[in-house]
Nanobody
């Protein structure tokens, strides 16, 4: 069984910063692309950023230049550095990963709340 565990959410004022972490744990698995998604109240879940095992990144237009995704393959962990936060960034942030145990499938973390006050 594989688990994704997020940490680092919280309450911050507009213009502030937060760093999210997501660690994958389990036995005998291989991870490909990992990423962050978010879901605000009343809205659909949307992509924030992804990173491949080789380090190629992709960002939503709304976070380009403010957020940075990074990865430590040795620790099976990704990070999301969020700077210049805006109230519109308020959402539950979910970690996602393409993982192979027996077959490839997507895994999700439990989510971490990020609240940006104006």
């Amino acid at each position: 069984q594989v688990q994704l565990v997020e940490s680092g959410g919280g309450l911050v004022q507009a213009g502030g910063s937060l760093r999210l972490s997501c660690a994958a744990s389990g036995i005998k698995f291989v991870i490909n692309t990992m990423g962050w998604y978010r879901q605000a109240p009343g809205k659909q879940r949307e992509l924030v950023a992804t990173i491949t095992r080789e380090g190629s990144t992709n960002y939503a237009d709304s976070v380009k230049g403010r957020f940075a995704i990074s990865r430590d393959n040795g620790k099976n962990t990704i990070y999301l550095q969020m700077n210049s936060l805006k109230p519109d960034d308020t959402a539950v942030y979910y970690c996602n990963a393409d993982i192979r145990v027996m077959t490839w499938r997507q895994y999700w973390g439990q989510g971490t709340q990020v609240t940006v006050s104006s």
